[in-house]
């Protein structure tokens, strides 16, 4: 009988429950259009706008997910040749050209294209877009209007610097400007739908959301024990549960409990994800999803990707039980996550509080030996501050970092031989930073 | 170093070709100045400040050597030229900068400015991304807070009144210009569009009466001067991103058009609409800043057809109506669409532009640019190409 050979990551059992969470979400919404029940599709907004329309009874999917998904599937090709066909730039989000074409391709058929993974996204009666971050993520859906009638609502987003931040007053003006954001949000639903929303569910959904984040949170905090138990691709597979609010929060933080509980086991136990931890890795930003077998090739080197993005990580926990108006718990949630890190830029005088500053406080909290860059040749958010992290990781704690250009849909940018390649000569550069950091007192 | 003594485009071309050469002069006398990125931070309020607001600009014509420490390929390469600028020193005579959320990778070079070339009066407005009537309240309070600061710091008293006679001035200048964009409506046109970017870019460095002083200078003498730029068979209005160099409308003028209207952040989009007049001049400014200007960064309602519904060239009709009305006012018969590459919120805009002027029958050929004046010369052919379609 041949050996079975085994797997370079050890994946975690409690994941495959969250993955499918979310998979659930296309039957969900394909039933809800089938039944004549409104569909949204969404933009990631960081909880509000899909509290509310979770109370509303509006099943959501999430086209940037459907991208990753269609990715995977060897599907995106496709529908971004229809896009370029369509006169958009090529050099736009991929996760955009891919929506953009397959839109395009359902408008001229008037019905899901056949044979599209998960059973395609259906005609959506709206759109919410997210003025969060990335301009593309308004903008992509109002190009949508080229092929779709359905009324777009743009969540506000407040994007203060740190030293901004410290202003007296200015937190809170941030924090009303998002609570009108979300009621203004939910007037217009009602309009829309023509019914009244149920406040009573969502404070329900706003409590449930912030249990949720909070054990979702806890898991990634026991992602520090040496060797680290869970490797990134199960936090890939497992972070669409929160980011994308497939299901009803409080399974999915159910779900998240028994994740913690296996994850606490490999620790108590010091078994790590990959056979022998040889490097402790953060990722920047998304992965190639075309190609994630990628990794088994690094884990079998003994790489071990132990955090990623402080973007697809729940907010650092805070105390809102004081906090009566759930809209406002909701909107000091969102708020939460996007300044948690500002506090320890401002007092290491590093003013890109998001995005560049959290990979410092990972790199040495998480006791990462380097940083794996992966610029995205069509993504501008999560392409921007890598040069930096790379150089700040450098300056200040010795931290090596090694850049990988790819993308997240296109396989065509990304080159998984020359990556192995480069990634064996980093091995080097990763041991002599070591020996670097221990001369200088950094503790790992 | 000798003060520039010409007058009128002459002054205008000098500043144009080496604006750091006026900065600096204004330095010696004794001026505060600050950069200011695009279109969206309210120069006002550095006038009313006593600061003379100096716009960072790239340069096409210098490679890009020190900007990839900080800023990847990926990304917009004005504003990577930008940065280079800076790191190189090239804008070392300046006082601070004021940054905006004026799209998301202006929001992040503030940071990164922070970071590489120090903290010092740098000043960064979080401008939102909707019209929304709880947006326009949130960007004056982001004013008012940037006042504060700036008033802190430098201790400029930056009164209501000051800040009134600063929107008066910079109304004015609005209304030079859009006497100065009145001269190429006829045909031939009375000034070129390799002459208005020239005199558009020296305003983005003086002090805002200089810059009014130049504008009645160049258009007075525009109107008297016995030669005109050559009548051509095409007129042309050239729509994108920022356009701080003439090589492009140098390129289309010296092959068969005339550019006779633009809508970009330094041509008539910054000064085709006046800031009103409003009681607390900070309501005035937040509205304008955020929605009378259309910067395609900034997202509008979807505007419904008269049955109320959703209906893509109604839609289309808000966004770009403008773009008819200048064709027919300057008499314009095709558009060029440009847009630099990875800028995204241009990008976006493109078929929804290109649908609408089918739609309006005009004529347009889309270009992505480098920021590169030696990438230049390889559209030429396909500009001639749009040219002779449009004989």
């Avoid at chain 1, 509006?58 to 459907?66: G, S």
């Avoid at chain 1, 987003?157 to 740190?162: K, S």
């Avoid at chain 1, 329900?204 to 909070?214: A, F, G, P, Q, Y």
């Avoid at chain 1, 597979?237 to 606490?264: C, F, H, N, Q, W």
Wanted: with cysteine; proline share 6%; hydrophobic share 40%.
């Amino acid at each position: 009988m041949a050996e079975v050979k085994k797997k370079p990551i050890n994946r975690l059992k409690t994941m495959y429950p969250l993955r499918a969470l979310v998979d659930g979400m296309y039957e969900r919404a394909q039933e809800a259009s089938r039944e004549g029940r409104p569909v949204a599709w969404c933009m990631v907004n960081w909880w509000g706008g899909d509290v509310v329309l979770r109370a509303m009874d509006v099943a959501c999917i999430y086209p940037e997910d459907y991208g990753a998904v269609c990715a995977a599937f060897g599907a995106a090709p496709a529908h971004m040749a229809r896009c370029d066909a369509d006169g958009f730039p090529t050099h736009m989000c991929g996760y955009a050209r891919n929506t953009l074409g397959y839109t395009a391709i359902m408008s001229e058929l008037g019905e899901i294209p056949p044979d599209v993974p998960m059973g395609g996204m259906p005609k959506p009666t709206l759109l919410l877009g997210s003025a969060y971050f990335c301009d593309t993520r308004y903008k992509w859906f109002q190009s949508l209007g080229r092929y779709l009638d359905a009324p777009l609502w743009v969540l506000e987003m407040p994007h203060p610097g740190v030293k901004e931040y410290q202003t007296e007053g200015a937190p809170e003006h941030d924090i009303a400007f998002l609570v009108a954001e979300l009621k203004g949000f939910a007037a217009f639903l009602e309009k829309l739908l023509k019914k009244k929303m149920d406040w009573d569910r969502f404070a329900e959904l706003v409590d449930d959301t912030i249990e949720m984040n909070r054990v979702w949170y806890e898991v990634n905090e026991l992602r520090k024990a040496v060797p680290c138990p869970m490797h990134s691709r199960d936090f890939w597979s497992s972070m669409p549960a929160s980011l994308y609010m497939a299901a009803d929060p409080k399974e999915t933080a159910r779900l998240y409990r028994d994740m913690y509980d296996e994850v606490k086991a490999l620790v108590d136990n010091r078994q790590g994800a990959v056979a022998e931890e040889k490097y402790r890795l953060a990722f920047a930003e998304l992965p190639p999803w075309h190609s994630l077998k990628f990794f088994d090739s690094l884990a079998e080197r003994g790489w071990n990707f132990v955090i990623e993005s402080w973007a697809y990580h729940p907010p650092k926990p805070i105390d809102l039980s004081h906090i009566k108006d759930p809209v406002e718990k909701i909107a000091r949630l969102t708020y939460r996550y996007f300044t948690g890190f500002f506090a320890d830029a401002c007092a290491t005088q590093d003013w890109w509080g998001y995005f560049e500053h959290p990979y410092l406080e990972y790199a040495r909290e998480y006791r990462c030996d380097g940083i794996f860059l992966h610029p995205l040749l069509t993504c501008r958010t999560a392409t921007n501050h890598l040069m930096v992290v790379q150089d700040q990781a450098m300056k200040r704690l010795k931290v090596p970092s090694i850049v990988i250009e790819g993308d997240i849909v296109d396989l065509s940018l990304f080159d998984p031989a020359d990556a192995l390649r480069k990634a064996e000569t980093f091995e080097e550069t990763m041991d002599y930073y070591k020996e670097m950091r221990q001369k200088e007192g950094l503790d790992w | 170093m000798a003060q520039l003594q010409t007058k009128g485009l002459g002054r205008a071309r000098e500043i144009y070709r080496d604006r750091a050469r006026r900065a600096r002069e204004l330095k010696k006398e004794g001026r505060k100045i600050f950069g200011y990125l695009d279109i969206n931070p309210p120069v006002e309020i550095l006038t009313a400040a006593g600061i003379v607001p100096f716009h960072l600009l790239g340069d096409m014509s210098e490679p890009i050597t020190k900007a990839d420490v900080c800023l990847p390929t990926v990304v917009c390469p004005f504003l990577r030229s930008v940065m280079d600028q800076g790191l190189k020193g090239k804008y070392d005579f300046l006082d601070g900068a004021l940054f905006s959320h004026t799209c998301e990778v202006a929001e992040k070079m503030s940071h990164i400015w922070r970071i590489y070339l120090g903290d010092s009066e740098v000043y960064y407005i979080d401008t939102p991304h909707t019209t929304h009537d709880a947006a326009v309240k949130q960007h004056k309070y982001l004013l008012e807070d940037f006042i504060k600061a700036l008033a802190e710091s430098t201790g400029a008293e930056i009164t209501p009144e000051r800040l009134r006679e600063a929107v008066a001035l910079h109304n004015e200048q609005r209304a030079l210009v859009r006497e100065l964009y009145d001269l190429k409506k006829p045909d031939p046109p009375l000034i070129s569009g390799r002459e208005t970017i020239q005199v558009i870019v020296a305003l983005t460095v003086l002090p805002v009466t200089e810059g009014n002083e130049l504008l009645r200078e160049v258009i007075s003498e525009v109107k008297q001067r016995p030669e005109k730029p050559p009548q051509q068979p095409a007129r042309l209005l050239v729509w994108g991103s920022i356009m701080d160099n003439t090589a492009l409308v140098e390129m289309i003028e010296s092959i068969g058009a005339n550019v006779v209207m633009d809508d970009n952040a330094l041509g008539s989009r910054a000064y085709f609409e006046d800031v009103e007049a409003s009681d607390d001049p900070l309501d005035g400014l937040a509205y304008h800043y955020l929605v009378s200007i259309r910067n395609p960064r900034t997202f509008r309602e979807t505007v419904l057809d008269k049955e109320g519904r959703k209906d893509y060239m109604t839609d289309l009709e808000a966004r770009f109506g403008h773009l008819r009305d200048y064709a027919r006012e300057w008499h314009a018969n095709g558009v060029i669409l440009q847009a630099l590459r990875y800028c995204d919120s241009h990008a976006y805009e493109v078929p929804g532009i290109g649908d609408y002027l089918d739609h309006v029958g005009l004529p347009h050929i889309y270009l992505e640019l480098d920021y590169n004046q030696s990438a230049l010369a390889q559209l030429r052919t396909r500009i001639q190409a749009f040219l002779e379609l449009l004989d």
